[in-house]
């Protein structure tokens, strides 16, 4: 059975989704805050506390999942910065605050950051 198994697909295939989520978790933990639609403000924001969770676990394995997904760069901010900042937090680490539309295509547009 596939219960819990439906995913946000944005049109896209599993390899340029997967692509495109990673990117945006990146760019999101290197700047702090980054402006999306708010679809795929949705899509990353689990996606980014699970990295920041693992960051809070602190041990190899927990940093091997992070480096699979974010690179090396983003896994030292994330174990280094992060995580040490949230220790206290069950969860919850980011924002998502929405916007107008976009001028040229009417997209919802949102600003996620850290909390």
Known sequence: ???????????????????????????????KKIKTTVSK???????VERLVTHGKKGTIAARRLVVKDIGSEGTKKIFDLIAPKYA?????????TKL???MSDGAAMAYIEFV
Not at 41 to 47: D, E
């Open 1 to 31: 059975m596939r219960h819990h198994n439906a995913n946000k697909k944005m049109s896209l295939e599993s390899g340029p989704r997967k692509a495109l989520v990673r990117a945006l978790a990146r760019a999101l933990v290197l700047k």
């Open 100 to 102: 107008g539309r976009r």
């Open 41 to 47: 403000a949705k899509i990353i924001k689990p996606f």
């Open 88 to 96: 206290k937090r069950s969860g919850g680490y980011t924002r998502i």
